[in-house]
Nanobody, 126 residues
Framework: QVQLVESGGGSVQAGGSLRLTCAAS????????IGWFRQSPGKEREGVAAIDSDGRISYADSVKDRFTISQDNAKNTLYLQMSDLKPEDTAVYYC????????????????????WGQGTQVTVSS
């Protein structure tokens, strides 16, 4: 059974930084794409960043050069380092995973994603 648990959200001032963590279990990272999505009131769900089993990475244009996605050596923990945070980054951030898809396709939502975490709130004040 696949389980994804996010942590690390909080409230920060604009320009600040946060690091989100996703603890994954029940999946083989060599066979899965995994990434971060966010949802805020009045906006569509957005794929923020994703990494696939071949190590390819995809970022949304809105976060490129500010956010960095990474995994530990065991590939059982996913991170999102967020820097230069802006008020428009305020959202609930979710970790998600799917088997056998490439990072870009996964992030853009071209597939129904079967596995989701519970979400962690990020609030950025101006």
């Amino acid at each position: 059974q696949v389980q994804l648990v996010e942590s690390g959200g909080g409230s920060v001032q604009a320009g600040g930084s946060l690091r989100l963590t996703c603890a994954a279990s029940g999946l083989n990272p060599n066979n899965y794409a995994i990434g971060w999505f966010r949802q805020s009131p009045g906006k569509e769900r957005e794929g923020v960043a994703a990494i696939d089993s071949d190590g390819r990475i995809s970022y949304a244009d809105s976060v490129k050069d500010r956010f960095t996605i990474s995994q530990d050596n065991a590939k059982n923990t996913l991170y999102l380092q967020m820097s230069d945070l802006k008020p428009e980054d305020t959202a609930v951030y979710y970790c998600a995973a799917d088997r056998g898809v490439v990072a870009g396709h996964f992030r853009r939502g071209g597939v129904t994603i079967p596995y989701w975490g519970q979400g962690t709130q990020v609030t950025v004040s101006s």
